[in-house]
């Protein structure tokens, strides 16, 4: 596939065993990386342009809670990339709500409705409106550029034929601390849109869809 002459984004530096894999969990600010998944390649909409969403990938995200109004209350969000047969499903599970998780085809799908239940609690608590800007696949973490290195350098990540591989540069000087175990083999990586829904189950349904964006 292509590389991008404009996509030049900066990567920070990530650890790999003896074998050359990256050691995991990627800790990236508030975002943990715990898994990378799996590539599907032989279903288009598993990939576009601009992501692979491979089958597995998990992180973490620290984020104020939808319960307490206090803005310096935080819970961990468990993000996920399942199979959803013709088209990836995401969930987003809330530490402090666990049997709701939020399930959407895309990733800004599933955090929409969490930021704006997050939106509404403060607004009743201060009075003032609160407006925050969705973006899944930052929230979820694989639009981060190191995620990106490491995703697009996965098995069969090269047979995804509409994505567009991404020049990512090497960043010896990053202003953005990564938090991982120590080891002495390092290499630079960098590595939706229908609204989310609470579910009960653990186990999103299985839908036929379209071709997804984000």
Not at 119 to 137: F, L, M, Q, W
Not at 197 to 213: I, K, Q, T
Request: glycine share 8%.
């Amino acid at each position: 596939p292509p590389h991008h002459p404009k996509h030049r984004r900066r990567c920070v530096d990530v650890p790999l065993d003896s074998l050359g894999r990256p050691i995991l969990p990627i800790k990236l600010g508030v975002l943990t990386v715990h898994s990378l998944g799996s590539v599907v390649w032989d279903r288009p909409a598993f990939h576009s342009e601009r992501y692979i969403w491979p089958v597995g990938f998990l992180s973490t995200r620290s984020y104020a809670s939808m319960k307490n109004p206090d803005a310096t209350s935080k819970v961990l969000y468990t993000c996920e990339i399942l199979d959803g047969g013709a088209h990836p499903m995401f969930r987003v599970t809330p530490e402090d709500d666990p049997e709701v998780p939020y399930v959407s085809i895309t990733a800004t799908g599933a955090w929409t409705p969490i930021i704006k239940a997050v939106n509404d609690v403060r607004t009743e608590e201060t009075g003032k409106r609160a407006h925050t800007t969705v973006s899944g696949p930052e929230y979820f973490g694989f639009a981060h550029p190191s995620i990106i290195r490491l995703i697009q350098n996965l098995p069969n990540a090269r047979k995804c034929g509409r994505f567009v591989f991404q020049n990512v540069l090497d960043e010896q000087e990053s202003t953005e601390s990564v938090s991982v175990p120590s080891t002495s083999h390092l290499l630079p990586v960098s590595m939706g849109n229908s609204l989310g829904r609470r579910v009960p189950s653990a186990h999103p349904p299985s839908s036929s869809g379209g071709d997804l964006s984000e």
